[in-house]
């Protein structure tokens, strides 16, 4: 999959510009860009999975995804740790704290330290539409549709949903990480827009240090709080 074409990527009357391909470990990835903004992925890895995602000219976006569920914390938090280093952070030593229940890691998937400061992160599934999971662990596949407030609900139900289980002196404590690293079309450009514009002041006053949207790469990695950060 990754070897079509970009013109095969259902965006065949946008203009591409730019295009990248880059290796993620065992997993290959190649992107199209136009005018500066990522606007179709192909990803596929050594376990069979593989991904498509466009955005269409319509605005709306598109996702075939092949693969059978899994949890994959450390590699999601090593993505957001690559993007806030390239920010100008110098987060090390990341490691895997979710078994820990009782102290300041609790409720934690993984850590990172600069010095004495720790970046604790709690991950939690972009798109949490039970449905769309069970269709995946049954299948090994689905094909979605979706626009752009689509994405911006379901990110906000993601958000809401994990802060009403954490309370606020948790909060206070962790970064909200938001996996998109499979459901790719949720981390395009067209939905982080939505979000920050409608539920951006909302999601900050939440409290949580920051709430990231992790897609599968520090190209599709964005803040979604605060002081918006995408790279």
């Given amino acids: 999959m990754v ?6 990527m259902h965006i065949r009357a946008i203009e591409i510009t730019a295009s990248e391909q880059i290796p993620v470990g065992e997993s290959t990835q190649a992107m199209g860009a136009h005018r500066g903004e990522v606007v179709g992925i192909r990803i596929s890895d ?4 593989s ?7 319509d605005g709306s976006l598109t996702l075939d995804l092949h693969a059978k569920p899994r949890k994959n914390e450390m590699g999601l938090c090593r993505i957001l740790v690559e993007c ?24 934690i998937d993984c850590q990172a330290a600069d010095g004495d400061r720790l970046l604790r992160m709690q991950v939690t ?14 299948d090994g596949q689905i094909q979605a549709r979706y626009s752009g407030a689509e994405i911006e609900d379901a990110l906000r139900e993601a958000v809401r949903k994990k802060a009403a289980r954490t309370s606020a002196a948790q909060r206070a404590a962790m970064i909200l990480v938001l996996d998109a690293t499979e459901f790719v079309s949720h981390s395009f450009p067209p939905g982080v827009r939505s979000f920050r514009e409608h539920y951006g002041t909302w999601a900050a ?10 897609g599968p790469n520090p190209t599709l ?11």
């Fill in 3 to 8: 070897k079509e074409t970009l013109e095969a």
């Fill in 46 to 49: 050594s376990e069979g999975k």
């Fill in 51 to 57: 991904i498509a995602s466009d955005v269409r000219n």
């Fill in 84 to 107: 806030l280093n390239s920010l100008g952070a110098n987060w090390t030593d990341l490691r895997d704290v979710s078994r820990i229940t009782t102290g300041s890691e609790r409720d």
């Fill in 125 to 138: 599934k972009a798109e949490g539409e039970t449905s769309l999971w069970n269709a995946l662990d049954h």
């Fill in 205 to 214: 006053s939440l409290g949580y240090q920051a709430i990231w949207l992790v």
């Fill in 221 to 231: 990695t964005s803040r979604l709080d605060g002081q918006y950060h995408s790279t």
